[in-house]
């Protein structure tokens, strides 16, 4: 294992500061005024993708904690919070009119699925935790803990994973949306376990006791179960037991800081080995293969895409075994991001697709410097 050095370091602050400026550069144009001083953040600061997904945002916030103004952030959860404390389980978005969006996917066709995506009450919980860090007053919190505790019970289990039935795969983690993974699968298993430890605690007073335990005793059946999805032949944890058993480029990085040793180390030698197949630009595949397994041809987005998201979850597991890999990796990303108009994704030709100043582009990326810089498993922010 390569050492981390003072000078290491060094450069890595120097591309964290670089992204900050490129983050509050964004940050702003991100917001829209939906009335009654209320501002949304969208994940764009462009036309295109309209209404307040979780995940998005709350990245640039975790990225950049300075960029939290309790005020804005009160008055939006209030809103958000009139919008969907109502419904059976929590949505996947809210639109900047009030209307709550249940299933990913363009509001104008048909939903991509019947059901909650399996990783949301996990990423609504992450929001609440990290606005109350903010100092933001959670309105209504009894109702939403009794919605955290509806929406998790949607969330299937099997031998301690997280389970989608390969007979009628659901959506998992929302950043996989167009791939429909099935059996235990990883990377929603692990949001799903930290969504879990975190209201465990952020609802102790809203919650019985008993459902706090149970929340913890799932948990922790992640963190024992995920030997299931190891394959020793991939060097690495496969995404899925039964569609899409590759190795999880993304999904790794998070569950590297769950594993032992000498499955840290294949993890990064995967990384290695498939470097020309997974790294562009500085930019992340979600797969070394052309495609996912189990999902069709393998030619552009999830399947074919090269995302700066996906690099601020592999960075501190590479960080940690290969540190000038890793420098070389989010130099190269910090060089070309403004080149690619911060882009949700390129092709393998380099060009950026989806959408256009893209907040989690910077933000996620930043996380992962978060991580490096400061000591912490990587998990700790999710």
Known sequence: MAKLTEAHIRRFKAVYDRLAGYLTGLFEGAKVDVGNGVKLLMPQADKGYSGFWPDDGLYPLIALPSLADKDELQA???????????????????????????????????????????????????????????????????????????????????????YGDPQRPPIGWGFYDTIKIAGWELMTSIVVMRGLERASWLF???????????WLLLAKGVRLNLHRLYNPEIGGYMEGSRIGRQFGVWSNGLAYFLAPEGVKRNIVNFYRRNKDAIFLRGCTRQIAEPGWEGNGPGDSYQNGGFWATGTGFVLPAIADQDPDFAVELIEELAENLPAIDFAEWIGRDGQPAGAQKYLSSVSVPMIGLRSILEGRPLLDYF
Request: aromatic letters at 10%; glycine letters at 6%.
């Open 76 to 162: 939006a959860i209030e809103f958000i919070s009139d919008s969907m404390l109502e419904l059976e389980y929590v949505a996947d978005r809210i639109e900047p009119d009030g209307l709550p969006i249940l299933s990913p996917g363009p509001s104008n066709l048909q939903p991509l699925t019947d059901r909650m995506p399996l990783h949301l009450p996990a990423a609504w919980v992450r929001v609440l935790d990290y606005y109350e860090g903010f100092g933001v007053r959670i309105p209504q919190k009894d109702a939403w803990a009794k919605s955290i505790e509806r929406s998790f019970k949607q969330v299937p289990f099997a031998n301690g994973l997280v």
């Open 204 to 214: 102790e007073p809203e919650s019985p006791a008993e459902v706090r335990q149970h």
